[in-house]
């Protein structure tokens, strides 16, 4: 995974509510990466840190969801090909990753895995924890080999904020229990203080893609009415 892009935007004449931010990456070695975030998978030290109780619940829901990716991951590495499942776990992790690389987020374990469903979780892909600001990252991924995702990510970003109950506050049950502080949680509920994250595969070439032109959509602007900070991640794979 290699980071081409990384920068503030200008949205001044669309938001005064919050800062957006652009990263672009790029894969080269699909079976590579796939290799790296097994690795990350089959890392357990985030369960090691909860308390008996707390551990022995996630350890059950989280074993048979870890081993149905370890599959999907294990096909891909071999084949060097995605198929949209694996694509969308692979936009997840890897926009986790340059959080942490950049702006020195703290990656939390994949909801699908905390999550209380086998797969296909109804909420939220993937989370961050903002230290500097003390604020929980709200991510979702979207994966398409024929377009340009961004538009299914922020939509489905903007359905669940707006929804009843708000995806967001859903999570913060076991967002506590992984142990994220709950300063940052009671912000979610008192002030709707939390960043956003929307990551998606690109089709066509890095030098062509034009944020700019995607901020003047409904679509993004209204999710550039939200607070602090707004993150678009975009994953180039060359196959």
């Not at 690795?39 to 081993?67: G, P, Q, V, Y």
């Not at 374990?109 to 999550?115: A, K, Q, Y």
């Not at 979610?188 to 939390?194: A, G, P, S, T, V």
């Amino acid at each position: 995974m290699k980071i081409l892009r990384s920068e503030q935007l200008d949205i001044s004449r669309i938001s005064k509510t919050c800062k957006a931010y652009l990263f672009i990456i790029e894969i080269d070695n699909v079976s590579q990466n796939a290799s790296e975030l097994i690795n990350i998978l089959n890392d357990k030290t985030w369960l090691s840190k909860l308390d008996f109780l707390t551990r022995s619940d996630f350890e059950e829901c989280a074993k048979t969801t870890i081993d149905e990716m370890l599959s999907i991951f294990s096909d891909t590495q071999t084949t060097n090909s995605i198929k949209k499942e694996f694509g969308e776990y692979m936009v997840s992790m890897n926009a986790q990753r340059t959080l942490k690389a950049k702006l020195n987020h703290k990656i939390i374990t994949l909801s699908e895995i905390w999550g209380k469903k086998k797969s296909g979780n109804p909420g939220f892909d993937f989370h961050t924890f903002d230290e500097k600001n003390d604020l929980v990252t709200f991510g979702e991924a979207k994966y398409n080999s024929n377009k340009t995702a961004i538009k299914d990510a922020v939509d489905q970003i903007n359905k669940f904020i707006t929804e009843t109950p708000n995806k967001d506050k859903i999570d913060t049950r076991e967002l506590r229990l992984l142990g994220v502080p709950e300063t940052a949680l009671c912000k979610i509920y008192k002030d709707r203080e939390r960043n956003l994250a929307a990551a998606f595969s690109i089709v066509e070439k890095v030098k062509e893609f034009n944020i700019n032109f995607f901020l003047d959509q409904d679509y993004i602007r209204q999710l550039l009415c939200e607070k602090n900070e707004i993150y678009f991640i975009g994953v180039k794979v060359n196959e």
